[in-house]
């Protein structure tokens, strides 16, 4: 393993080598949670026939979902922050979830279509909350981590940015994976079991390049439940945070699920799957890697409000522009879409260093933990939102037999009303919330000189634990 330097004036430094390691945890995690929201509704839409069969199962298993969703995270959060383990309290519980991960992600698509709707009803809710669970310990901790692995800024920022772009690979095979093997269900139930399997074993390797800092699981004292709660929504840095968050939630989680319906429906006859995948993905890798000269000249708040408003006005336009140029709107979309995947966990390490110079105590999974009580239900409320806006457009879905032994060019033909429900859950929706998420995004405090402030109290506060880490050591 190579080691870590650390001053109290610079923070803990970084290799290269671990920074690549970083990278590829997220590359597995983006992985799987890039099919499953690629796949999911147009798997139980489409593929079972859910629209026509049963929409009410999709809504009824959403809902319960974001309750699960939304309660787990803050669950585990208190849990992790409070545990005082001498082998830390992220990498064991980030290590050991790895194997139920890939084993509940493998089972979601286990689903026949030639099962009732009871059957299918059970298996969806079991599968999902599942998942869910699994994904969110290891998200969870790998997200608190990010903090506490350096105080630096920049550092923070090159980790980042590995796991903006490993992930954002892992996002890509999200969307080509299920392009490929749609056509065999038994080969897209192989590949599925696969990509839980290989994605998992990434998280699990990566947890050995890194040793958790004692000074915060030993010295630190876990606030209690109240008190916790307490200090996470007195803090008006994470509200404001966390309500522009939710915005982006739900539009990645639309956008995921969207794409594949506007790639079928939408563009099929005119730009293939793979070219619209590339609209996309090419912007946002190009964005990731300037991200650092934009937030140089605005500060990280600036930036993220810069790359929002080129989201918004791309998707926006997918909606009104002429089929041949949905591909614009996707590129701006697609470079826009750089500021929260690079900048929003960054802003979440600034909340954390501010409570903990209030508190004393870092506790980043009470606040990863309470953002997803907040913003994970916005991933049930845009399969809801999908759903209905198909239900009642005259959506023409293909079942089971269709889409698994025919070519993807025999589905059936859409009505109009279903090709604009399309376009505005894919674009309109999506874009203006983007430019609501710009405009709450002016009062978030932390920047300037206040930030620098706060960036040199928090290196000494470190500092301190660390000798008093020294001093329990040697009594």
Known sequence: MVSSKSTPQTGVKISFGRIVAWGIASLGLSTISGVYGA????????????????????????????????????????ISDSTKSKKGRRIPYMRWTSPFLALSFALVWLAQSSWGIWAIFVWMLFTMLFYDTAYTIIGLVYSALLPEVTENEKQRHRLQLSASFFGLVGTILGFLLPMMFQTDSTMLRIVMATVGVI????????????????????????????????????????????????????????????????????????????????????????????????????GVVGADQLLLTFAGIGLILITFLPTQFIVIGYALAGFGLT????????????????????????????????????????????????????????????IGTLIFNGPIDSV???????ILAIKLFSGLVPGVLMIIEVLILFVYPLKGKRLATLEQKILILHDEKHKKLNEMSRE
Do not use: C
């Open 199 to 298: 994605g998992s074993l990434m998280v699990f390797l990566t947890t050995f390049f890194f040793k958790e800092r004692p000074e915060f699981s030993q010295v630190d004292e876990p606030l209690k439940l109240k008190d916790s709660i307490k200090h996470t929504f007195k803090s008006k840095s994470f509200v404001v945070l966390v309500t522009a968050n939710f915005m982006s939630i739900f539009m990645q989680a639309t956008l995921l699920s969207s794409v594949i319906y506007v790639a079928t429906y939408v563009t099929n006859d005119v730009f293939s799957d793979i070219l619209l995948l590339v609209s996309i993905f090419v912007p946002l890798i190009l964005g990731i890697f300037l991200t650092p000269l934009i937030s140089k000249k605005l």
């Open 339 to 398: 500021g929260p995947q690079v900048f929003t966990n960054i802003m979440f390490a600034q909340v954390s260093d501010e409570d903990e110079i209030v508190t004393g105590v870092r506790r980043e999974a009470a606040f990863f933990g309470t953002n997803a009580l907040i913003t994970k239900p916005a991933q049930s409320l845009s399969l809801i939102m999908i759903t209905l806006m198909l239900r009642y457009s005259g959506f023409k879905e293909r």
């Open 412 to 418: 059936l033909g859409q009505p109009s009303g279903a």
């Open 39 to 78: 796949l999911l509704s147009i798997f139980y839409n489409d593929f079972l026939g859910l629209v026509d069969r049963g929409p009410w199962i999709v809504v009824v298993v959403s809902i319960a979902y974001a309750v699960w969703n939304a309660l787990n995270d803050g669950i585990f959060g208190f």
